[in-house]
């Protein structure tokens, strides 16, 4: 045993990023930098109306111009659709930016020209810009099911929360709101289509390249056999860039034409047709015991999902766990309206509803502890979910695996170190002197705020992955999902090569072509880690073991054991050895396919953390500077540190244009979006930049591979409620409508007075 | 440069014209419509894509070149502003198989997650690296407000330059 621990662990360490250096050269190929011969560019007329039925439309003098190749409008595309409540093109238009008609011509200018040359009559219809609007009886519907999807809320409760309130002797209530939020990755949303006669072959910036080829399948009506499609590079997406027509019109197109078809959005089309974050607003209730037990937690909460449903469902979901999870308690209950309004749709941005709903929890977890007179820091540590779980009974089936984002009581976690984060966090920020802290004369206000959240720690769907040895002795990673910059391919690799024994650089990947690759996962909830993770390590094992097998022949051994790998080959404990080189040479490449579904069936997987924050406010500029930032993870083993430094410190950063700036501001007149570019439409540059420090706490999951949990999405959640809970401790005032603006300071501060 | 890339092009006769240039050290003589951004330029023509277009309105800084030295974003430079320019971008930094200092402090470093913004902001430190001048951070971080980083690796970002600086110093 000892001769076989040789091999110098890779997880653990900062392996270095396996794909950043085409990255720095400039070398590395996005969607957008792909060009092939006979490629004709594609254009799309957008609605100038925020609601309206297409009666007609006039292409004639566009397909008569110069260059131009085709022209689709809805009612010369098929019947198919790209989602269940969004045809390839629809006679119905949605919002100030949905799909009329797309152009294919030679260069993007005659595209344009045409576009121009298009006739669209159009029936205005009535049409609302806010989810209240929308809700109103006399509101026009949007989708025929109404503008209230499923015609009422979902509803998740455990307990009864009439008994918690009963018991309550305090009950603490507000009403929050959260803005739109664009993810606005650089990279705009492009595909390049090319139809040879028979197959389909799609290139475009995807997180997940088979479900997209199942899409394109379903929407064309073509066999998913005859559609291959690749994943260059991302310019990234933080979850937002699925679910739009922008491939199916491309390979539309394509088809029509006989020619490859790039269609590339620009800044302001990516923005209107891109997916934002949904704005919320919640009412939120909690019912307290004298000495600081909750009794019950009841939260409302009603999302706007713009123009079309998306992965609003899910959206809905996941911004109630906080609400049910993250504090001990019997009597809980989250209910979550999702609403159509005629504004650019919202999807899936990293951590989905999780920020938004832990703003609301977390700013008024720190009213309660302020009623009870309790430290905030104290009333979490009273009452936080630990290691054994929320009480009540356990539901599912016991041959089952337990959810992610589980309602029932009785089951305990795999690992929680939420407390560890708070005793970490609370060291790290000088939470002693929270009480003591003294403001000089003048305007600056100094204060200290934190928050704590809970979010599903990394089983997702069945995930595969296949390695091999190779002709060369080296090993090649074969898998199906995207690394859209956060490094999993990185991280899979060093799990796979201490599976083997062998040093990382013996791994390469290949992955992001749907011809070559098993299925996988998108990459969605934080779940490469622990799904990829668990399928490579499992690949990596049977590989070893069909490695052992086939050099035991050729050493000249009838006993595997004793047999292990070693960075040149096999090796016996009695001194024998064959290079990986002469395995293949006489036993040719090896290879191993593994197929998993992680999870646990007696274990909640979740992930934990605490943020804490130290701020300044200046009262005559309503003006908030981060002086320090601490975020504490529970993420379970860390794979490799820099990078998930470089997620916490990300992630953090991100969530500071949710908390301090963005906001996509629609005009409810005309249902325009009145900030479509980088210019407007503000987002922390490098000089917004604070410094964060990142912990992660002591932490091994057992079901984890390698020990390991999510951690994609986990520091978007807790940044809001940190920094709104810090300017109360500054300020006295307390702000429930985000973004946290100097203006909106300085009217509170105003209102305070 | 591949000609299957204009060779369909609608005749814009009017508005070509003539133009020499020089791309990391390469002249160049095109006959190019003046309507054409440096960016265009670049990507289409010339097929090198490291600067890429996240706006198109000066505004994100994924763009950036280097003309005679000047760190601009080539979105902004109508073809007629190229004329006899010497222009430097990503793709001329690294020298036959050997990377600049400042690539291999980004990959050091971790200096980039997506990687989209990566060579706008190489490019946007590379006047940094050159100067004589001893830099605070937070003259390293005026120098790169243009460009955006949606990822947020600022932190990665910062690093990445402030080693590069340190290691040439300390050479």
């Not at chain 1, 050729?554 to 070693?566: N, R």
């Given at each position: 045993?000892s001769?076989?621990?040789?091999?110098?662990p890779?997880?653990?360490?900062?392996?270095i990023?396996?794909?950043?250096?085409g990255?720095?050269?400039?070398?590395?190929?996005?969607?957008?930098?792909?060009?092939?011969p006979?490629?004709?560019?594609?254009r799309?007329?957008?609605?100038?109306?925020?609601?309206a039925n297409?009666?007609?439309?006039?292409?004639?003098?566009?397909?008569?111009?110069?260059?131009?190749f085709?022209?689709?409008?809805?009612?010369?595309?098929?019947?198919?659709k790209?989602?269940p409540?969004?045809?390839?093109?629809?006679?119905?238009?949605?919002?100030?930016?949905?799909?009329?008609?797309?152009?294919?011509?030679?260069?993007i200018?005659?595209?344009?020209?045409?576009?121009?040359?298009?006739?669209?009559?159009?029936?205005?219809?009535?049409?609302?810009?806010?989810?209240?609007?929308?809700?109103?009886s006399?509101?026009?519907?949007?989708?025929?099911?109404g503008?209230?999807?499923?015609?009422?809320p979902?509803?998740?409760?455990?307990?009864?929360?009439?008994?918690?309130?009963?018991?309550?002797?305090?009950v603490?209530e507000?009403?929050?709101?959260?803005?739109?939020?664009?993810?606005a990755?650089?990279?705009p949303?492009?595909?390049?289509?090319s139809?040879?006669g028979?197959?389909?072959?799609?290139?475009?910036?995807?997180?997940?390249?088979?479900?997209?080829k199942?899409?394109?399948?379903?929407a064309?009506?073509?066999?998913?056999?005859n559609?291959?499609?690749?994943?260059?590079?991302?310019?990234?997406g933080?979850?937002?860039?699925?679910?739009?027509?922008?491939?199916?019109?491309?390979?539309?197109?394509?088809?029509?034409?006989?020619r490859?078809?790039?269609?590339e959005?620009d800044?302001?089309?990516?923005?209107?047709?891109?997916?934002?974050?949904?704005s919320?607003?919640?009412?939120i209730?909690?019912?307290?015991?004298?000495d600081?037990?909750?009794?019950?937690?009841?939260a409302?909460?009603?999302?706007?999902?713009?123009?079309?449903?998306?992965?609003?469902?899910?959206?809905v979901?996941?911004?109630g766990?906080?609400i049910?999870?993250?504090?001990?308690?019997?009597?809980v209950?989250?209910?979550?309206?999702?609403?159509?309004?005629?504004?650019?749709?919202?999807?899936?941005?990293?951590?989905?509803g999780?920020?938004?709903?832990?703003?609301?929890?977390?700013?008024?977890?720190?009213?309660?502890?302020?009623?009870?007179?309790?430290?905030?820091?104290?009333f979490?540590?009273?009452?936080?979910?630990?290691?054994?779980?929320?009480?009540?009974?356990?539901?599912?089936?016991?041959?089952?695996?337990?959810?992610?984002q589980p309602?029932?009581?009785?089951?305990?976690f795999?690992?929680?170190?939420?407390?560890?984060?708070?005793?970490?966090?609370a060291?790290?920020?000088?939470?002693?002197?929270?009480d003591?802290?003294?403001?000089a004369?003048?305007?600056?206000r100094?204060?200290?705020?934190?928050?704590?959240?809970?979010?599903?720690?990394?089983p997702?769907g069945?995930?595969?992955?296949?390695?091999s040895?190779?002709?060369?002795g080296?090993?090649?990673?074969n898998v199906?999902?995207?690394?859209?910059?956060?490094?999993?391919?990185?991280?899979?690799?060093?799990?796979a090569?201490d599976t083997?024994?062998i040093?990382?650089a013996?791994?390469?990947?290949?992955g992001?072509?749907?011809?070559?690759?098993p299925?996988?996962?998108?990459?969605?909830?934080?779940?490469?880690?622990?799904?990829?993770?668990?399928?490579?390590?499992?690949?990596?094992?049977?590989?070893?073991?069909?490695?052992?097998?086939?050099?035991?022949?050729?050493?000249?051994l009838g006993?595997?054991?004793g047999l292990?790998?070693?960075?040149?080959?096999?090796?016996?404990?009695?001194g024998?050895?064959?290079?990986f080189?002469?395995?293949?040479?006489?036993?040719?490449?090896i290879?191993?396919?593994?197929?998993?579904?992680?999870?646990?069936?007696?274990?909640i997987?979740?992930?934990?953390?605490?943020?804490?924050?130290?701020?300044?406010?200046?009262?005559?500029?309503?003006?908030?500077?981060?002086?320090?930032?601490i975020?504490v993870?529970?993420?379970g083993?860390?794979?490799?540190?820099?990078?998930?430094?470089?997620?916490?410190?990300?992630?953090?950063?991100q969530?500071?244009?949710?908390?301090?700036?963005?906001?996509?501001?629609?005009?409810?007149h005309?249902?325009?979006?009145?900030?479509a570019?980088?210019?407007?439409?503000?987002?922390?540059?490098?000089?917004?930049?604070?410094?964060?420090?990142?912990?992660?706490?002591?932490s091994?999951?057992?079901?984890?591979?390698?020990?390991?949990?999510?951690?994609?999405?986990?520091?978007?959640?807790a940044?809001?409620p940190?920094?709104?809970n810090?300017?109360?401790?500054?300020t006295g005032?307390?702000?429930?409508?985000?973004?946290?603006?100097?203006?909106?300071?300085l009217?509170?501060?105003?209102?305070?007075l | 440069?591949d000609?299957?890339?204009?060779?369909?092009?609608?005749?814009?006769?009017?508005?070509?014209?003539?133009?020499?240039?020089?791309?990391?050290?390469?002249?160049?003589?095109?006959?190019?419509?003046?309507?054409y951004?440096?960016?265009?330029?670049?990507?289409d023509?010339l097929?090198?894509t490291g600067?890429?277009?996240?706006?198109?309105?000066?505004?994100c800084?994924?763009?950036?070149v280097?003309?005679?030295?000047?760190?601009?974003?080539?979105?902004?430079?109508?073809?007629?502003?190229?004329?006899?320019?010497?222009?430097r971008?990503?793709?001329g930094?690294?020298?036959n198989?050997?990377?600049?200092?400042?690539?291999?402090?980004?990959?050091?470093?971790?200096?980039?997650?997506?990687?989209?913004?990566?060579?706008g902001?190489?490019?946007a430190?590379?006047?940094?690296?050159?100067?004589?001048?001893?830099?605070?951070?937070?003259?390293?971080?005026?120098?790169?407000?243009?460009?955006?980083?949606?990822?947020?690796?600022?932190?990665?970002?910062?690093?990445?330059?402030?080693y590069?600086?340190?290691i040439?110093?300390?050479?």
């Amino acid at each position: 045993m000892s001769e076989q621990s040789t091999h110098t662990p890779a997880v653990g360490t900062s392996y270095i990023r396996t794909d950043l250096e085409g990255k720095v050269l400039g070398t590395a190929e996005y969607t957008a930098d792909i060009a092939l011969p006979n490629m004709l560019h594609a254009r799309v007329l957008r609605s100038p109306h925020p609601h309206a039925n297409i009666l007609g439309i006039e292409i004639g003098s566009a397909t008569k111009l110069d260059g131009v190749f085709d022209v689709l409008t809805p009612f010369n595309v098929p019947e198919g659709k790209v989602a269940p409540d969004v045809p390839i093109l629809d006679s119905r238009v949605r919002f100030v930016g949905d799909e009329v008609a797309v152009v294919a011509a030679v260069d993007i200018d005659q595209a344009k020209a045409a576009i121009d040359l298009i006739d669209v009559c159009y029936e205005v219809l009535p049409f609302s810009t806010n989810v209240h609007d929308s809700l109103n009886s006399a509101s026009f519907p949007i989708h025929s099911e109404g503008n209230l999807v499923n015609g009422g809320p979902l509803i998740e409760s455990r307990g009864s929360i009439k008994e918690g309130f009963d018991q309550a002797d305090y009950v603490v209530e507000d009403s929050f709101t959260t803005p739109d939020h664009h993810p606005a990755s650089l990279e705009p949303r492009a595909a390049l289509a090319s139809w040879d006669g028979t197959r389909l072959t799609v290139w475009k910036p995807s997180r997940g390249i088979h479900a997209d080829k199942n899409i394109l399948a379903s929407a064309l009506g073509l066999s998913p056999n005859n559609i291959a499609v690749v994943g260059p590079a991302m310019g990234a997406g933080y979850g937002s860039k699925d679910e739009t027509r922008t491939s199916v019109m491309a390979a539309l197109l394509s088809i029509r034409t006989g020619r490859p078809v790039k269609l590339e959005l620009d800044r302001e089309e990516e923005f209107l047709a891109g997916r934002r974050r949904h704005s919320t607003y919640t009412e939120i209730k909690m019912g307290l015991k004298k000495d600081g037990t909750i009794t019950a937690v009841h939260a409302k909460t009603i999302m706007d999902t713009g123009a079309y449903l998306s992965s609003g469902p899910g959206v809905v979901r996941r911004a109630g766990q906080g609400i049910l999870y993250l504090y001990k308690c019997a009597n809980v209950k989250y209910e979550g309206q999702l609403v159509y309004t005629n504004t650019p749709t919202a999807g899936s941005y990293r951590a989905l509803g999780a920020p938004q709903g832990h703003f609301a929890l977390e700013s008024l977890s720190d009213k309660a502890s302020e009623i009870l007179n309790m430290d905030p820091l104290e009333f979490r540590f009273k009452n936080h979910v630990g290691p054994e779980g929320q009480p009540g009974e356990r539901t599912t089936p016991r041959n089952q695996i337990i959810d992610t984002q589980p309602v029932e009581g009785g089951v305990p976690f795999s690992s929680n170190e939420l407390r560890q984060c708070l005793k970490l966090g609370a060291e790290a920020i000088g939470w002693d002197r929270r009480d003591y802290i003294e403001n000089a004369a003048g305007p600056i206000r100094r204060g200290i705020g934190m928050s704590m959240f809970i979010y599903r720690g990394g089983p997702g769907g069945q995930s595969n992955a296949e390695i091999s040895l190779d002709q060369d002795g080296l090993f090649t990673l074969n898998v199906g999902f995207m690394d859209v910059g956060e490094g999993s391919s990185t991280v899979v690799i060093q799990m796979a090569a201490d599976t083997l024994g062998i040093p990382p650089a013996m791994v390469r990947i290949n992955g992001g072509h749907t011809d070559k690759t098993p299925e996988s996962p998108m990459t969605a909830g934080s779940t490469l880690t622990f799904s990829a993770g668990h399928a490579a390590m499992q690949a990596a094992k049977d590989l070893k073991d069909a490695i052992i097998n086939a050099s035991l022949k050729l050493i000249g051994l009838g006993d595997s054991e004793g047999l292990y790998l070693t960075p040149n080959g096999v090796k016996s404990k009695c001194g024998e050895s064959i290079s990986f080189l002469d395995i293949v040479h006489n036993a040719g490449p090896i290879k191993t396919l593994a197929s998993v579904t992680p999870g646990s069936k007696d274990y909640i997987v979740n992930s934990f953390g605490a943020h804490f924050a130290e701020i300044e406010v200046d009262t005559e500029t309503g003006h908030i500077e981060i002086i320090k930032y601490i975020a504490v993870h529970d993420s379970g083993r860390i794979i490799n540190p820099r990078l998930a430094e470089g997620q916490v410190r990300g992630g953090v950063s991100q969530m500071m244009g949710f908390t301090f700036l963005e906001d996509m501001e629609i005009d409810p007149h005309s249902g325009v979006a009145l900030n479509a570019s980088f210019l407007e439409h503000k987002s922390p540059t490098i000089m917004e930049y604070p410094e964060i420090e990142v912990i992660f706490a002591d932490s091994i999951d057992p079901i984890g591979p390698f020990g390991a949990k999510s951690l994609g999405e986990p520091p978007c959640i807790a940044p809001a409620p940190t920094i709104a809970n810090a300017l109360y401790h500054a300020t006295g005032v307390r702000i429930n409508d985000l973004p946290l603006t100097p203006d909106s300071v300085l009217l509170a501060m105003k209102n305070l007075l | 440069m591949d000609s299957h890339l204009t060779s369909d092009r609608v005749d814009m006769d009017d508005n070509e014209t003539t133009t020499k240039f020089i791309v990391n050290g390469r002249e160049y003589s095109l006959k190019i419509d003046n309507r054409y951004t440096l960016l265009d330029i670049l990507r289409d023509h010339l097929r090198l894509t490291g600067a890429k277009k996240g706006c198109d309105l000066g505004e994100c800084g994924a763009c950036t070149v280097l003309l005679d030295g000047k760190v601009v974003n080539s979105c902004q430079i109508l073809a007629a502003r190229i004329k006899d320019k010497d222009i430097r971008t990503v793709e001329g930094l690294s020298q036959n198989e050997t990377l600049h200092p400042l690539q291999l402090a980004f990959i050091e470093n971790d200096g980039g997650q997506c990687g989209y913004c990566t060579p706008g902001f190489i490019m946007a430190a590379y006047p940094l690296f050159e100067s004589e001048e001893e830099l605070s951070t937070e003259e390293i971080k005026l120098s790169l407000a243009g460009n955006l980083c949606r990822c947020n690796a600022y932190g990665s970002i910062i690093d990445s330059v402030a080693y590069a600086l340190e290691i040439k110093t300390n050479e």
